[in-house]
């Protein structure tokens, strides 16, 4: 019998773009900061403000979702994902590289009021929407993001964002809508009603700093919101996820060194931030959070030799094995060939479920009862291919001195960045923080380390 409707359901389940929303499909990660942030979040004095840092594709948004849904019974959270924001609404993604402090705060503000309004049934008074308004309005001139007054409807911009939002805890607030909720979280869609997201944001302006008395009203109108909140239902988790997006340094140090802004918000926060202030070392002078964790590859690669496959293989066996569970179907790629997956997705979760969905594509073709060598070495050897893309001498130089190093630790060079932000330099956590080119940078582009290797 046929296996391609199998694999059609594997292309379809693993799919890099769209977070992973059942908790039944995701897995046990090591090192993993949950319980930390958890335990944080769960302390009853401060108003903790977290930041996880990390490169891309480590699977951050999946621990985020861990957390928000953890906290459901005991805070009203509200989820923005700013990467979808950009695209999907705002339909600019770049924008999201020149986004600023006391934007990330406006968003945040919207964010909540629509939230609050749809999930708790909770009306702000008109007075206090209306001083947000304002309040963007002349930041946006101050700093030249628009030449003249836009119209600005904050109730149908609020209606076009596409969120997730739980109800209050412990209680719900009365009323109608309060009492027609459920206890989890939910996403909340554009609504028909909703205005085209046509407000200038993201766009390169002036930075404005944090004493400015036009940011620091426009802090003061998001905190009133969040007080309002608090004070008439729970206490509020604020999710920001996408801000590790960031690509430049110097972007990165605008958000969280030179401000504290965002760290000044009147709520529990979790945020993500880019992993370039850890490298750089500006991890040490961000202010306004009370704990910075980093959140890096899962270490598929062994330390002592890199060559040879790590612990953190057997997290990518239960991932794939968690995602097919319900289809009894765990023999569709065998364990020799998912661990070379692993191996070679460098650790990181996004670079592993591409390889797969490519395996189920391929294997389609071909009506395989299971995956075979020969289909997981073409799907390597096209990403092989596709990473190697923009490698030049320096770089290759760069990382070939990594490999020699025997402790592995962060090169200099004004291309670190650059490798660490495209994924061709991947960190990992074991004990002191390591560095190793990805492993697919290794398989022909640069020197091989001897014996053993995966190949």
Known sequence: MSR???????????????PVEDPAWRANRPLSPFEDINRSLDRPFGIPHLLLTGTMGTGKTTELLRIAEAR????????????????????????????SPWEVCFLAGIALIRSAEERLGFTFPPAHVEELRQAWLKLARSSGEV???????????AKSMVLLASTAAPTVVAGPAGAAVSLGLRTLNATADAAKWSLPI???????????AQVQTLLQCVNVLIGLVQQRSSKVLLIIDGLDRIEA?????????????????????????????????????VQGFSDVRPLVNVPVLSQQDPSLPGRGVSFFRELFERRVADRGVADLIPPDLLDKLAYYSGGRAREFVVFVRRLAELAWDADLTSATAEIVDRVLDERRRLRETGMNRRKIRLL????????????????????????????????????????????????????????
């Not at 993201?202 to 404005?208: F, H, I, S």
């Not at 802004?261 to 991890?283: N, W």
């Open 249 to 285: 340094t110097d972007r990165a140090k605008e958000l969280f060194v030179d401000s504290q802004m965002i760290g000044q918000l009147a709520c529990r926060l979790v945020l993500c931030g880019p992993f370039g202030l850890r490298h750089d070392g500006a991890i040490a002078n």
């Open 202 to 212: 993201g766009l390169k302006k002036k930075a404005l700093p944090d004493q400015d």
């Open 72 to 99: 459901v019974s005991k805070e009203f959270v509200v989820f923005l994902d700013l990467v979808r924001h950009f695209e999907q609404v705002v339909g600019d993604a770049v924008a999201l590289q020149h986004v």
């Open 147 to 157: 030449p003249e007054e836009p119209a600005i409807d904050i109730a149908k911009l």
């Open 400 to 455: 070939e001195s990594v490999v020699a190093d025997p402790d592995h630790r962060l090169p200099e060079g004004e291309d670190v960045n650059i490798l660490l932000t495209t994924g061709a330099l991947l960190p990992y956590p074991d004990g002191s923080e390591w560095y190793y080119p990805h492993p697919l940078l290794m398989m022909k582009l640069i020197q091989r380390r001897p014996a053993g290797s995966m190949s």
């Open 4 to 18: 391609r409707p199998l694999w059609q359901e594997i292309f379809e389940r693993f799919d890099p773009v769209k």
